[in-house]
């Protein structure tokens, strides 16, 4: 198992912007799928981004349009541009990778390796 490892999460207020990184273990970005999720108090874990093998992307509906999902690969990063935020979005962010193809991306069974997480919290 590689590494994966969050950081860039904080407070901000309503309508403001963050970008969550994820320093990854360089073999993540040959055959893996990466995706963002995030997690709240007393709510499950939720898909929030997918960046496919092919480098298409999807997105869970309440992030479309707001949130950007991209790596570089010159850095072993993977990226969360997080725009126009919202307090519906305070959570702990997380990344993970997968090499396997049988659920959908937005399902947490699919990961085998995650990081530990980095909090975001929206305030009105």
């Known amino acids: 198992q590689g590494q994966l490892a969050e950081s860039g999460g904080g407070s901000v207020q309503t309508g403001g912007s963050l970008r969550l990184s994820c320093a990854a273990s360089r073999y993540y970005f040959s055959g893996y799928c990466m995706a963002w999720f995030r997690q709240a108090p007393g709510k499950e874990r939720e898909g929030v981004a997918f960046l496919d093998i092919d480098g298409k992307t999807s997105y869970a509906e309440p992030v479309k349009g707001r949130f950007t999902i991209s790596k570089d690969n010159t850095r072993d990063i993977l990226y969360l541009q997080m725009n126009s935020l919202k307090p519906d979005d305070t959570a702990k962010y997380y990344c993970?990778?997968?090499?396997?193809?049988?659920?959908?991306?937005?399902?947490?069974?699919?990961?085998?390796?995650w990081g530990q997480g980095t909090q975001v919290t929206v305030s009105t």
């Open positions: 993970a990778a997968s090499r396997s193809f049988g659920l959908h991306w937005s399902r947490p069974s699919r990961y085998n390796d």
